[in-house]
């Protein structure tokens, strides 16, 4: 388990004032669930992805896992680092190497690096500099390299941005086999593919993350309006679905293809 009590965060302006980003933080994640990250712009979420990450250390709190202060010691930050994959949203920042095929084959065994260049489709740019690849292709390479290790936290920060539809649903596959052994979070502006894909979203807004399970997040829309999102389309849907007395009111669903499912379902039995 990974767990946050009492963090607090500032940082320094440029007017050397100090502004707060979290307040009296306190969370616990777990593994065997995908979280999705939602905030508005500016909000925290990778400073929040960067204190979980081992990279950036609270102001005052802690940061554990498994019990253990990720940062009590130098070395506890080192052990618990090579427990976390974190996939940046700019991804140019993991690459050092001459070549695709020099960042995979960096710390690992061959046969692991045969099994991420076909599960990648990474294969036509081995021979490429990883900093000549297009946004979508540096975002798929930047997790072939995180998932080298296996980590024990999966971080990914815009993972699915700038992908084409294919490679965009191959990531949230992956993103959701990998969550059954281990802990996942994910950031994402796609609200309403957050809400088809993860098991529980983080809201972040006021110094705070608030946890959520998907259907209580669904009914109770106020709670996406107070972080300033956007009602996702589901709940949209299902609310006026409910409104005209075609569902009950406790009758919504994470994704419009089970709203569709749940409607001919409906008009099967009338």
Known sequence: MLELKNVNYTVKTTQGDERPIFNQL?????????????????????????????????????????????????????????????????????????????????????????????????????????????????????????????????????????????YRQFVLDLL???KRQH?????????????????ELLFIGHGRVQKYPILAALRQPAIFKHYHLRVPSQAAISKALITQGLFTDQQYYRSNQEIAAAITQIWKLR
């Open 26 to 166: 306190s969370l616990s994640l777990v593994p065997h669930k995908l979280y999705g990250l939602l905030g508005v712009n500016g909000v925290g979420k990778t400073t929040f992805l960067n204190l979980i990450s081992g990279l950036v250390a609270p102001t005052t709190g802690t940061v554990a896992f498994k019990t253990k202060d990720v940062y009590q010691s130098a070395k506890q930050r080192r052990d618990y680092l090579d427990q976390v994959g974190y996939c940046l949203q700019n991804p140019d920042s993991l690459f050092f190497n001459k070549t695709v095929l020099d960042e995979l084959r960096y710390g690992a065994g061959a046969a692991s690096v045969e099994n991420l260049i076909q599960q990648f489709a990474l294969k036509p740019l081995l021979t490429a500099s990883p900093f000549e690849l297009s946004g979508g292709q540096k975002k798929r390479l930047a997790l072939a390299i995180m998932l080298k290790k296996q980590p024990e936290i999966l971080l990914c920060d815009e993972i699915t941005a700038g992908l084409d539809a294919h």
């Open 183 to 199: 802990l996942t979070i994910w950031v994402t502006h796609d609200i309403d593919e957050a809400v088809a894909v993860s098991d």
């Open 176 to 178: 959701k086999q990998y």
